[in-house]
């Protein structure tokens, strides 16, 4: 069956860096484009990254512009969030999707798949 599988998540201080990677499995992964999301408590699930698999074309969430950098690796069915920088506006559950659009979305309704998420904190 499809499984997005989050795994990086943990306690980091401001400043410092986090790699989240999401394992893919149960659907032809390469003709897929990934995403990341989060989701802050009381808040609604927002947009942070996406790559495009037909172009390679990477989009980013303006606050997360230099800091962020997504990432895949086909051969893996991997995809990579890494976070340098963090702020404490970072925080949240972060969640991976996967959606056989061609091109990019930021609307989480686009995603087909949703990994379960794994919990990214930022002490400052």
């Known amino acids: 069956q499809v499984q997005l599988v989050e795994s990086g998540g943990g306690l980091v201080q401001a400043g410092g860096s986090l790699r989240l990677a999401c394992q893919a499995s149960?659907?032809?992964?390469?003709?897929?484009?990934m995403g990341w999301f989060r989701q802050a408590p009381g808040k609604e699930r927002e947009f942070v990254a996406a790559?495009?698999?037909?172009?390679?074309?990477?989009e980013y969430e303006d606050s997360v512009k230099g800091r962020f950098t997504i990432s895949r690796d086909n051969a893996k069915t991997t995809a990579y969030l890494q976070m340098n920088s963090l702020k404490s506006e970072d925080a949240g559950v972060y969640y991976c999707?996967?959606?056989?659009?061609?091109?990019?979305?930021?609307?989480?309704?686009?995603?087909?798949?949703w990994g379960q998420g794994t919990q990214v904190t930022v002490s400052s």
């Open positions: 999707a996967a959606d056989n659009l061609g091109s990019i979305s930021r609307s989480s309704r686009a995603y087909e798949y």
């Open positions: 790559i495009s698999w037909s172009t390679g074309v990477r």
């Open positions: 149960g659907f032809a992964f390469s003709v897929y484009s």
